[in-house]
């Protein structure tokens, strides 16, 4: 099915364990990003991609990897989870050529312990 | 850098107008989008601007202002279902961040 996926939508997890994010879409879409969303804070910009092989940092990228070898994924690994990285993650995709298409994927809700 | 502004919360009737406004400052602008967000889900899109003026969808208006740098969204006969999280963000064309405000809690009573 068209669309953008995360993968798990639910994990808990300790202080220390690394952990990976996983975030598909099927549209071909140029740029993805990461957020994280916190009571508070609203939505924060963690890193994001204007093409395969391109990323960049956002607002807060510490404790945080990507990579995107493929326009399809873009995969969110915390190397060493902290309790501050308890948080909903959300993926989204835009479209390169007309902005004005913009999905995000349903989340996931990471708890570390 | 960026930065966005939103008020954080507000109150409105069921079947009224509601006015929810945005103001930014950004290095180089490539548009400004509005979403919705219902407690527990994710953001889902609602419009997109890029140009000035005012752009119609439904029950649902965007407004702006690059001069300015503001931007509102209109909801109209508004309904209960309309609770939910309203978002702003916007698009830099220098760095090509899409970074968010804090969002306005828009509450919709009978």
């Known amino acids: 099915d068209a669309g953008i996926t995360q993968s798990p939508r639910y994990k808990i997890t300790e202080t220390g364990r690394q952990v990976t994010l996983m975030c598909h879409q099927t549209?071909?879409?140029?740029?993805m990003f990461w957020y994280r969303q916190d009571l508070g804070h609203g939505l924060r910009l963690i890193y994001y991609?204007?093409?395969?092989?391109?990323?960049d940092k956002g607002e807060v990228p510490d404790g945080y990897v990507v990579s995107r070898s493929k326009t399809e994924n873009f995969p969110l690994t915390l190397e060493s989870a902290t309790r501050s990285q308890t948080s909903v993650y959300f993926c989204?995709?835009?479209?390169?050529?007309?902005?004005?298409?913009?999905?995000f994927g349903p989340g996931t809700r990471l708890t570390v312990l | 850098g960026q930065n966005i502004d939103q008020p954080t919360e507000m109150t409105a009737t069921e079947g009224a107008i509601v006015q929810i406004n945005c103001t930014y400052q950004?290095?180089?602008?490539?548009?400004l989008f509005w979403y919705q967000q219902h407690a527990g889900e994710a953001p889902t899109f609602l419009s997109y601007n890029v140009l000035d003026g005012l752009e119609e969808k439904g029950r649902f208006s965007s407004f702006l202002s690059r001069s300015k740098g503001y931007s509102y969204l209109l909801l109209k006969e508004l309904q209960m279902k309309d609770s939910a999280s309203y978002l702003c963000a916007v698009l830099s064309s220098n760095t090509g961040k899409l970074i968010f405000g804090q969002g306005t809690t828009l509450q919709v009573k009978p």
């Open positions: 991609s204007a093409a395969a092989d391109i990323t």
């Open positions: 950004t290095s180089g602008f490539n548009g």
């Open positions: 549209w071909s879409h140029s740029y």
């Open positions: 989204a995709s835009l479209a390169g050529g007309s902005y004005n298409e913009q999905f």
